[in-house]
């Protein structure tokens, strides 16, 4: 048996985590599928008075208002047109459904345990306490993002 196969015989027996992947700024991020409520279309969003930069405002989902962030806003990215692959990606952090803006939706993906590293040493606009990790496939390298403190650091309550 050659080393790729039994690697991925491996693989298969480990614990796999799945990931709904999307594309902000030509970078690769994901969440955790159980976190991810729908993927929606660009909708009309409305504007609320004073909120922080990068909350977009509200839309209304299914008779639910919820509050829409702008992901490269989030990130100091620079406003990009949105265009058909944009979309909003409903997320559940702290009990509340939450709207985020992204380039693209790519995939879902299975991360195996062993190929997700939570140690990162780096100093980024991105704080480690709103990471779970980063995630490797193959040679690409995905940032995962820990809903729950990504979104609660910020107040988005204010929404």
């Not at 985590?17 to 409520?37: A, C, P």
């Not at 909708?43 to 919820?66: M, Y």
């Not at 990130?75 to 979309?87: H, I, M, R, W």
């Not at 995905?142 to 990504?150: Q, T």
């Given at each position: ?138 040679e690409s390298l995905i940032i995962l993002l820990d809903v729950e403190s990504f979104l609660s650091n910020e107040n988005?309550?204010?929404?």
């Amino acid at each position: 048996m050659d080393d790729k196969l039994k690697r991925e015989q491996e693989q298969e027996n480990e614990d796999l985590r799945q990931y709904v992947t999307f594309l902000v700024g030509g970078e690769i991020y994901g969440v955790s599928v159980m976190k991810v409520q729908s993927i929606n279309e660009m909708s009309e969003i409305t504007q609320v008075p004073r909120a922080r930069s990068f909350i977009k405002g509200v839309i209304n989902l299914r008779g639910a208002v919820i509050p829409v962030i702008d992901m490269r806003k989030k990130f100091g990215l620079p406003e990009k047109e949105y265009d058909s692959f944009t979309v909003i990606l409903i997320v559940e952090a702290r009990e509340r459904l939450i709207g985020m803006i992204v380039d693209s939706v790519s995939d879902v993906v299975s991360i195996p345990a062993s190929n997700i590293q939570t140690n990162i040493n780096y100093s980024g606009k991105l704080e480690k306490s709103s990471m779970e990790g980063v995630g490797r496939i193959d040679e690409s390298l995905i940032i995962l993002l820990d809903v729950e403190s990504f979104l609660s650091n910020e107040n988005v309550q204010e929404a």
